[in-house]
């Protein structure tokens, strides 16, 4: 099943992800659980990770879940590193 979401706050860690409370009912939300997560970053780079959920709370319309890294590649701590970099 695939969830839904907006990418809210992303680091070298972890990732905040914001989705639709009507996803709630169809993919679990529990702490501990691992989910892959996959985006396009603003620089047109694709970045695949695995996150275990360590949080979630319900806010007005939305779910926000906080997620932190199983294990990143080399190759994806490079790309988020060279996004995360200040201009």
Do not use: W
Request: net charge negative; aromatic share 4%; charged share 20%.
């Amino acid at each position: 099943a695939t969830l839904d979401g907006v990418i809210k706050n992303i680091s070298m860690t972890g990732l905040g992800l914001e989705i639709d409370p009507r996803n709630e009912s169809n993919i679990p939300h529990e702490i501990g659980e691992v989910f892959q997560v996959g985006t396009i970053l603003p620089n047109a780079r694709e970045v695949k990770v695995s996150c275990t959920l360590v949080r979630s709370s319900k806010g007005r319309g939305s779910i926000s879940l906080g997620m932190t890294y199983v294990e990143l590649s080399d190759d994806t701590r490079k790309t988020l590193g060279f996004f995360l970099l200040p201009t």
